[in-house]
């Protein structure tokens, strides 16, 4: 059955990234963090705003080198919330969409094709997804590192009674939580 996944590495502090979206806080960490093949292998399709979107197709030049998509998302669709008109690597297949998640989400669980949705962020539209009781597991890689200020991770109040701890793994410096979300 297709689970919506939100997997994300965050600060201590709980930000995607700090205010000028950078994530040096990020790759300043000298440790492997999970193994991304095998997390990208249970996924069907991927699910973005904007900002993350612009932030992905910056930090690796994807519109001069479009070649590098499959590298690091082989043929899977990826859906991008945005009300803006954005430009698409060559050959990568990406679905811009607006408005709900409930109006967006038949077409999503359809590309996921039978595995799991990869809310990859930002924060609140992972939070889009939980308002409407669509949101069923977090992954979250925690860094050594805090700011001050940021992108949130989940800008939401979910309590205990919904988040249920089913795993805890180290990555040299990286502590791993995995969270079931009681809808
Ligand atoms: N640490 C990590 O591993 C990690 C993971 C993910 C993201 N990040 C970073 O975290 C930051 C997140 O940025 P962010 O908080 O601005 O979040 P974001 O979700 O990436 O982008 C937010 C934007 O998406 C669009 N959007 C969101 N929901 C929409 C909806 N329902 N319909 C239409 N458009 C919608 C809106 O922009 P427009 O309508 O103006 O386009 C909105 O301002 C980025 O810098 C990203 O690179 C880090």
Do not use: C, N
Request: aromatic letters at 10%.
């Amino acid at each position: 059955m297709t689970s919506v996944v939100y997997s994300t590495a965050t600060t201590l502090t709980g930000q995607l990234a700090d205010e000028r979206h950078s994530l040096s806080w990020l790759f300043a960490v000298d440790s492997e963090g999970p193994d991304r093949a095998a997390f990208l292998s249970g996924i069907g399709v991927l699910v973005s705003g904007s900002s993350t979107y612009e932030w992905v197709l910056r930090e690796e030049d994807l519109l001069a080198h479009p070649e590098k998509w499959p590298e690091y998302y082989g043929d899977r669709p990826m859906v991008v919330f945005t009300t803006r008109d954005l430009p698409v690597p060559e050959g990568a297949d990406v679905r811009f969409v607006r408005g709900a998640v409930t109006d967006a989400l038949p077409a999503i669980r359809a590309a996921a094709g039978g595995r799991d949705v990869w809310v990859i962020g930002g924060g609140d539209l992972a939070g889009q997804f939980d308002d409407v009781g669509e949101l069923d597991r977090l992954e979250l890689t925690y860094a050594p590192a805090t700011l001050a200020g940021g992108m949130p991770l989940l800008p939401r109040q979910i309590g205990p009674d919904r988040l249920v701890l089913r795993d805890v793994r180290r990555y040299g410096q990286f502590a791993h939580l995995s969270y079931d979300l009681r809808r």
